[in-house]
Antibody
């Protein structure tokens, strides 16, 4: 059974940092694109970042470029999102999602972790 | 980058009725790489349709997708009580990936 379990969310002040983690199991982690998708309270889905199987390609939504870094550790079956210089508008539930082997539609999602940026 | 516009914003229907949801892209979606998701309150999204018209594993056949190029449609042939939710389209044919803003299907 495919499982994606996020952790690391919480309350942080504007300008602060957080590192989200996603523990994957039930599939060959190193064979799939992985992504972070977020959802602000009461709003729609917003793709945040993608990373290729070997970490050689990474893509970001414009609003987080230079502040967020996506990474993965295939030996630990884990995906990460380092978030720096956080803003109030980054407040959202952050989902870890498994892409495909060549494309990024999301068959599997984690349960999400809430990040709240507030003073 | 491709922008997806979903319509209507809200669809008010009764159980048993047919629901037709639209997703329009600002540019042609490569290889019909268009997906549909269902999301219920407090839950993660669930993949319904990929490749514009292929049902994901375990999705009932009352859900169907169609379209190509810039115009796509999700049809729910007969609404069941569990189908009242928010639906999102997503294009994954070009970078960056993009979601539509969602259509809420509510009970009339």
């Amino acid at each position: 059974e495919v499982q994606l379990v996020e952790s690391g969310g919480g309350l942080v002040q504007p300008g602060g940092s957080l590192r989200l983690s996603c523990a994957a199991s039930g599939f060959t982690f190193s064979s799939y694109w992985m992504s972070w998708v977020r959802q602000a309270p009461g709003k729609g889905l917003e793709w945040v970042a993608n990373i290729k199987q070997d970490g050689s390609e990474k893509y970001y939504v414009d609003s987080v470029k230079g502040r967020f870094t996506i990474s993965r550790d295939n030996a630990k079956n884990s995906l990460y999102l380092q978030m720096n210089s956080l803003r109030a508008e980054d407040t959202a539930v952050y989902y870890c999602a498994r892409g495909g082997t060549t494309v990024t539609m999301y068959r599997y999602w984690g349960q999400g972790t809430l990040v709240t940026v507030s003073s | 980058e491709i922008v997806l516009t979903q319509s209507p914003g809200t669809l008010s229907l009764s159980p048993g009725e047919r629901a037709t949801l639209s997703c329009r892209a600002s540019q042609s979606v490569s290889s019909s790489y268009l997906a549909w998701y269902q999301q219920k309150p407090g839950q993660a999204p669930r993949l319904l349709i990929y490749g514009a018209s292929s049902r994901a594993t375990g999705i009932p056949d009352r859900f169907s997708g169609s379209g190509s190029g810039t115009d796509f449609t999700l049809t729910i042939s007969r609404l069941e009580p569990e189908d009242f939710a928010v639906y999102y389209c997503q294009q994954y044919g070009s970078s960056p990936v993009a979601f539509g803003q969602g259509t809420k299907v509510e009970i009339k």
